[in-house]
Nanobody, 115 residues
């Protein structure tokens, strides 16, 4: 079983920045994929950024150029640097990892962007 703990959420004004962190612990086999989902109020959760074990990244169009996903394999950690935040970025952000063939999700951290 893998546990994920996120941190770094909060309230920020539009145009501001936040950095989210997520650390995996527990019985880790081999984490290949790490990513960040977000769920806005009244909407479904979806993946906004992902990074492979080799460092290949992918982003949802709405965050390209503003968000950067990074990972530290030695720490089993993934980060999401969010710049130029917009009110529509308001959501609960949770990290997800694929360890071997199993997927895990964190509880999430709330991000609120005021206009």
């Amino acid at each position: 079983q893998v546990e994920l703990v996120e941190s770094g959420g909060g309230l920020v004004q539009a145009g501001g920045s936040l950095r989210l962190s997520c650390t995996a612990s527990g019985s880790i086999f081999s984490i290949n994929f790490m990513g960040w989902n977000r769920q806005a109020p009244g909407k479904q959760s979806h993946l906004v950024a992902g990074i492979s074990s080799g460092g290949v990244t992918d982003y949802e169009d709405s965050v390209k150029g503003r968000f950067t996903i990074l990972r530290d394999n030695a720490k089993n950690a993934v980060y999401l640097q969010m710049n130029n935040l917009k009110p529509e970025d308001t959501a609960v952000y949770s990290c997800t990892v694929r360890d071997g063939s199993k997927w895990y999700w964190g509880q999430g951290t709330e991000v609120t962007v005021s206009s």
